[in-house]
């Protein structure tokens, strides 16, 4: 402001007219009151009856936006996305969370870090609040009040370190997002990507190849890669009355270690868990609750 004035002063700057200034009201003694070129008006930009109207339809639309679980534009305090750019990562949004919570729920250590990666037709768009949503999801399992506006926060207050990385070559899918999560020495992630219509996919968890719905009740069991483990747990599933909408089963090598992921209808009651575990052949047994 005292460059402004001194330079009106100087005849550099033929005149100048300010609405807004460092220190509102602006001083008493401040130079720009004393050049006579200079116009100066309060800062009531937003004050007119056609710019009120303006802002109360604008709070009104992010408001209701916000109830329907769309981005708020022009957001202080919360990721934002260009409403045109909306579209195209909104299933992103979802399928992030869910990538993180799969990860967390599985992740035997505590959570020190969160990285967020994106390859394909995905890496360029502006993916701050599918970021944000990934670390909502993979702190639910904590039961922290958190959601896609604080957990950038609640991240950085606990000391948990995040990262976002972008590639454009994807050798598989048109875009995929993958969240890990690790504790400095070991960690572990979940892909997942869309298929034709929108259709959200997790299509890798700790490097084993599969094709999971991602909601509903999932199961997902570590076990021998060994004739019958499959049959026993579908019997004993059966025996609990609880249906099998899907599975996908992956292994490491022949007889070697094996992951199914068991989408169900119904929730796994606590005894066939136990008698699941008591078999030798299967090392894991985890259920995870994920939104319909």
């Known amino acids: 402001?005292?460059?402004?004035?001194?330079?009106?002063?100087?005849?550099?700057?033929?005149?100048?007219?300010?609405?807004?200034?460092?220190k509102e009201p602006l001083p008493a003694d401040s130079p720009l009151r004393e050049a006579e070129e200079i116009v100066l008006t309060p800062h009531?930009?937003?004050?007119?009856?056609?710019?009120?109207?303006?802002?109360?339809?604008?709070?009104?639309?992010?408001?209701?936006?916000?109830?329907?679980?769309?981005?708020?534009?022009?957001a202080l305090n919360a990721p934002s996305v260009d409403e045109s750019a909306f579209p195209r990562i909104e299933p992103y949004i979802g399928l992030a969370e869910t990538a993180?919570?799969?990860?967390?729920?599985?992740?035997?250590?505590?959570?020190?870090?969160?990285?967020?990666?994106?390859?394909?037709?995905?890496?360029?768009?502006?993916?701050?609040?599918?970021?944000?949503?990934?670390?909502?999801g993979a702190f639910a399992p904590l039961e922290w009040q958190v959601n896609a506006v604080n957990a950038p926060r609640v991240a950085e207050e606990r000391g948990v370190d995040?990262?976002?990385?972008?590639?454009?070559?994807?050798?598989?899918?048109?875009?995929?997002?993958?969240?890990?999560?690790?504790?400095?020495?070991?960690?572990?992630?979940?892909?997942?990507?869309?298929?034709?219509?929108?259709?959200?996919?997790?299509?890798?968890?700790?490097g084993y190849r599969v094709d999971a719905l991602p909601h509903g009740h999932m199961l997902v069991a570590r076990n021998e890669d060994a004739p019958g483990v499959i049959g026993l747990i579908?019997?004993?599933?059966?025996?609990?009355?609880?249906?099998?909408?899907?599975?996908?089963?992956?292994?490491?090598?022949?007889g070697g270690e094996a992951l199914t992921v068991y989408s169900l209808d119904d929730d796994m009651p606590d005894a066939a868990v136990t008698e699941l575990e008591a078999d030798?052949?299967?090392?894991?047994?985890?259920?995870?609750?994920?939104s319909d």
Request: no cysteine.
């Open 1 to 22: 402001e005292e460059a402004v004035a001194e330079a009106v002063d100087d005849g550099v700057v033929a005149g100048a007219a300010l609405d807004v200034f460092a």
């Open 162 to 206: 995040v990262t976002e990385s972008k590639t454009r070559s994807s050798d598989d899918f048109r875009s995929l997002l993958t969240v890990t999560v690790g504790d400095g020495d070991d960690e572990l992630s979940v892909s997942g990507t869309l298929f034709t219509g929108e259709e959200p996919r997790l299509v890798s968890i700790d």
């Open 234 to 254: 579908g019997t004993v599933l059966g025996e609990h009355g609880v249906n099998i909408a899907g599975m996908y089963n992956a292994r490491e090598t022949i």
């Open 280 to 290: 030798d052949r299967i090392m894991e047994i985890r259920e995870i609750h994920l």
């Open 44 to 74: 009531l930009g937003a004050s007119t009856a056609e710019a009120q109207e303006h802002v109360a339809v604008a709070t009104a639309e992010q408001v209701l936006a916000a109830f329907a679980g769309e981005p708020v534009m022009n």
């Open 100 to 136: 993180g919570r799969v990860a967390a729920e599985l992740f035997d250590g505590r959570i020190e870090e969160i990285g967020v990666s994106y390859a394909g037709e995905i890496a360029e768009e502006d993916v701050e609040l599918i970021t944000a949503s990934a670390q909502q």
